[in-house]
Antibody
Framework: QVQLVQSGAEMKKPGASVKVSCKAS????????ITWVRQAPGQGLEWMGW????????DYAKKFRGRVTMTADKPTSTVSMELIDLRSDDTAVYFC?????????WGQGTLVTVSS | DIQMTQSPSSLSASVGDRVTITCRAS??????LNWYQQKPGKAPNLLIH?????QSGVPSNFSGSGSASGTDFTLTISSLQPEDSAIYLC?????????FGPGTKVDIK
């Protein structure tokens, strides 16, 4: 069955960086893109961008360009999302999801807390 | 960026009721409109993609429709069940950033 398993919760100080990983299984990794979406506490969903593992194509939301890097490792079927220069308003649950035009499978979410 | 709005922001209905949720885009998104259900503490679950295509495994009492203008969309639950208590969100995937609506909270009376 399709599964996306994310790395564990992180606590970071302002200005630090965080890297969240997402290991895919149960399907052909290179056939689908991976989209990252985040959700601040009590807030709505925010689209961050996507990566296509097949060829490494990337599209980041303008809001995050310069701070976010998404990478895909085909041998391990793992996608990672690194966010640098963290601020308190980056505190959120970060989800990896399968797909680009619609998101049919989701990881369990990774809580990233940014606090001094 | 395309702005997505939803109405109502919340509703309360009885088991068996027909429930309709509306999503409006600030400009046409053609047929690139999806609906998700999110329960507390859980990741969203895809219900419908491309306006009206029911995702595999989703009960048939969920349906979606849209207007010819590509700006107005509806999610309908034909017969509300207790397990349908959740937040429902729309998402456009016509133009990046692929924005989500703010959500409609559905409670069971």
């Amino acid at each position: 069955q399709v599964q996306l398993v994310q790395s564990g919760a992180e606590m970071k100080k302002p200005g630090a960086s965080v890297k969240v990983s997402c290991k895919a299984s149960g399907y052909m990794f290179t056939k689908y893109g991976i989209t990252w979406v985040r959700q601040a506490p009590g807030q709505g969903l925010e689209w961050m961008g996507w990566i296509t593992p097949h060829n490494g194509d990337i599209d980041y939301a303008k809001k995050f360009r310069g701070r976010v890097t998404m990478t895909a490792d085909k041998p391990t079927s793992t996608v990672s999302m690194e966010l640098i220069d963290l601020r308190s308003d980056d505190t959120a649950v970060y989800f990896c999801t399968r797909g680009q035009w619609y998101l049919d499978y989701w990881g369990q979410g990774t809580l990233v807390t940014v606090s001094s | 960026d395309i702005q997505m709005t939803q109405s109502p922001s919340s509703l309360s209905a009885s088991v068996g009721d027909r429930v309709t949720i509306t999503c409006r885009a600030s400009q046409s998104v053609s047929a690139y409109l999806n609906w998700y259900q999110q329960k507390p503490g859980k990741a969203p679950n895809l219900l419908i993609h491309a306006v009206s295509s029911l995702q595999s495994g989703v009960p048939s009492n969920f349906s979606g429709s849209g207007s010819a203008s590509g700006t107005d969309f509806t999610l309908t639950i034909s017969s509300l069940q207790p397990e349908d208590s959740a937040i429902y969100l729309c998402q456009q995937t016509y133009s990046t950033p692929f924005t989500f609506g703010p959500g409609t909270k559905v409670d069971i009376k």
